[in-house]
């Protein structure tokens, strides 16, 4: 008879929640950061934020990129959720194709921890204008246990 190993939807919460801190509803320290299209994303490799390359070079951009508002990560039955607010970057020129999400609560990219990213699908070009990022109206990020 064959067996069968499930996680409960808390454990992905808890997780989540032990990994970024005890509460992360309105963490002030997620940052979202730029990639251009030279960056390869390596979900087993790129593990904190100095494992990135390629941020995204511009008099309009902050290195490090912006601050996340409105961040929450919750359970509605086996679903995990990551979210928060539309992130604006203002005024912004340059090409980037990729926005990271990370746990910046350290200061060191070495221990900020990499969440999420979100691949556009081709190089982005504004020209000295705001660009907004509007999550999924089901989250940045979801997790499933079976």
Not at 52 to 71: F, H, I
Not at 134 to 145: E, N, Q, W, Y
Request: hydrophobic residues 45%; contains cysteine; glycine residues 6%.
């Amino acid at each position: 008879m064959p067996v069968t190993a499930l996680l409960f939807g808390n454990a992905f919460l808890s997780a989540a929640k032990n990994a970024l801190g005890a509460s992360l509803d309105g963490h002030a320290d997620v940052k979202a950061s730029l990639h251009t299209n030279t960056w390869v994303p390596d979900q087993d490799a790129d593990i904190n934020f100095d494992n990135l390359s390629d941020e995204l070079v511009d008099a309009s951009y902050s290195a490090g990129g912006v601050a996340c508002t409105g961040v929450t990560v919750s359970r509605v039955n086996k679903v995990v959720t990551l979210n928060c607010d539309p992130i604006v970057f203002n005024n912004l020129s340059g090409t980037f194709r990729y926005m990271v999400l990370r746990d910046a609560t350290t200061g060191v990219a070495a221990t900020e921890p990499v969440l999420a990213y979100i691949n556009f699908g081709a190089d982005v070009v504004p020209a000295a204008q705001d660009v907004t990022v509007t999550p999924h109206a089901s989250g940045v990020a979801t997790f499933t246990a079976a």
